[in-house]
């Protein structure tokens, strides 16, 4: 069955320090992938997303992913967090032909400590 | 701001009665997708509209049902509503299909009792 996976539910880093959140997908082919952010009472905001093409994804707010098919990975990262980090982040898949899927993680939280 | 809108920002109801939820898309967008949020399910998709027309579906109920309008707003019909139901409900919109940027409202947030 398809399946995102994200195994970290909360992570705490530094102010300035790297992250890198994790995010496993099981899926049939190559689906697409996404990135979300989304801070507390808010709606999701898609950080980066991963079609074809080049494996490492530039997306807004400095972040930044990787495609590795053959860890059916595609992990989040960010060289120095700010404190405007915090919030939840969510990994999802989507198919990318015949019967629409579209799947999120369960979501890591962010905190960031000044 | 997104451009989405969401209407109630907050709703609640008892078990048994049926709500709906209105989402207005973003200028030119022509799909709609709803989401729900829930802290059993996590984030789920129920279904997308295309220009009026049902596109794909998710993990909806049949107890729920959605519709767009020629104007492209779309609602949400939850009927029958119980406790479970309680949950943060999205509307996203895109241009035309899934593979683009999907635009998140802000919510509503049910509360069924």
């Known amino acids: 069955a398809q399946s995102v996976t994200q195994p970290d539910i909360h992570i705490t880093v530094s102010e300035g320090a790297s992250l890198e959140l994790r995010c496993n997908y099981s899926?049939?082919?190559?689906?697409?992938l996404f990135w979300y952010v989304q801070s507390p009472g808010q709606g999701l905001q898609l950080l980066l997303k991963y079609f074809s093409g080049d494996t490492l994804v530039q997306g807004i707010k400095g972040f930044e992913a990787e495609f590795k098919r053959s860890q059916s990975s595609f992990n989040l990262r960010k060289p120095s967090v700010h404190w405007s980090d915090a919030a939840e982040y969510f990994c999802a898949v989507s198919s990318t032909s015949g019967t629409y899927k579209y799947i999120f993680g369960t979501g890591t939280r962010l905190k960031v400590l000044a | 701001d997104s451009g989405v809108t969401q209407t109630p920002k907050h709703l609640i109801t008892a078990t048994g009665q049926r709500v709906t939820l209105r989402c207005s898309p973003r200028s030119g967008d022509l799909s709609v997708y709803w989401y729900q949020q829930s802290l059993d399910q996590g984030l789920q998709f129920l279904i997308q509209y295309y220009n009026g027309e049902e596109r794909a579906k998710g993990n909806i109920l049949e107890r729920f049902s959605a519709q767009q309008f020629p104007d492209l707003h779309s609602e949400l019909n939850l009927s029958s509503l119980e406790l479970g139901d309680s949950a943060l409900y999205f509307c996203a919109s895109s241009e035309r299909g899934f593979q683009e940027t999907q635009y998140f409202g802000p919510g509503t947030r049910l509360l069924v009792l």
């Open positions: 899926y049939g082919a190559t689906p697409y």
